[in-house]
């Protein structure tokens, strides 16, 4: 298995172990610095995903493929076929990692408008979000990690660019359909943006957009091992039996 990886998964059972929230920010920053340093190699992946690209009807415009989730964070690897997009969405009180790992991306972010000392409150009804658009990042595999708050950065989409493909590695915490408390789970959302009657940006909720789907990859057996021993380590047990 990679060391390195198995540095970056055991930095974010470190981050996001909720008894551990006084040095929280720090323990981001660490994280971030070292999934800043994260190749595809890193994760065995098979270098012929990222060129086997040619055009056809039965193919979705994504592929997706699972790292690791438990109920604090997940990791994943996504993989944008040529002139496609994940259109714009949402992180509910989420903190996110975006590391390229390979072609170009482009990552619009939005951030929501809240005074300083503003209370974040989650609606899971509202439709109608009053933004301020980010300068747009390019993500690279020689660029840092992209990085996203429950405050800051929030809602973003990501265009593949160039030729070829492009992919990229995030993590979320807590993941996608973990549990909100007085809300149920957390649902990714969809958005298109707009100028509301007084000019000022706002983003409106859309129903999930039908062009965007993804193709499953299969997570080769030494990522998978190497998830299986750090959640051990993580939870105190011992692992006996890795064959």
Not at 32 to 49: A, M, P, S, W
Not at 207 to 236: Q, R, W
Request: glycine share 4%; with cysteine; proline share 6%.
């Amino acid at each position: 298995m990679s060391a390195h990886f198995q540095c970056v998964l055991r930095q974010a059972f470190k981050t996001f172990q909720r008894d551990n929230l006084a040095s929280f920010n720090a323990n981001l920053q660490q994280l971030k610095q070292l999934t800043d340093q994260l190749t595809y190699r890193d994760l065995h992946i098979n270098e012929g995903l990222f060129r086997d690209d040619v055009p056809s009807i039965e193919r979705a415009p994504c592929i997706y493929m699972p790292i690791f989730e438990d109920e604090n964070f997940s990791m994943s690897l996504f993989i944008l076929r040529a002139n496609s997009c994940i259109p714009l969405h949402d992180h509910p009180v989420m903190y996110g990692l975006l590391r390229g790992l390979w072609g170009q991306l482009k990552v619009q972010s939005y951030t929501q408008q809240l005074g300083s000392q503003e209370s974040l409150v989650y609606d899971k009804n509202l439709t109608h979000i009053k933004v301020n658009a980010e300068e747009p990042s390019l993500i690279t595999a020689d660029t840092v990690s992209a990085l996203l708050t429950p405050r800051k950065r929030n809602y973003h989409q990501i265009t593949q660019l160039g030729s070829g493909v492009a992919a990229f590695f995030d993590i979320l915490s807590p993941p996608y359909d973990a549990n909100m408390p007085q809300y149920g789970p957390r649902r990714c959302r969809f958005y298109r943006p707009k100028t509301d009657v007084d000019g000022q940006m706002e983003l409106q909720r859309i129903p999930s957009p039908t062009s965007y789907y993804c193709d499953l990859a299969e997570t080769p057996d030494t990522v998978l091992k190497c998830g299986f021993i750090c959640a051990n380590e993580a939870h105190g047990s011992h692992v006996t039996d890795m064959q």
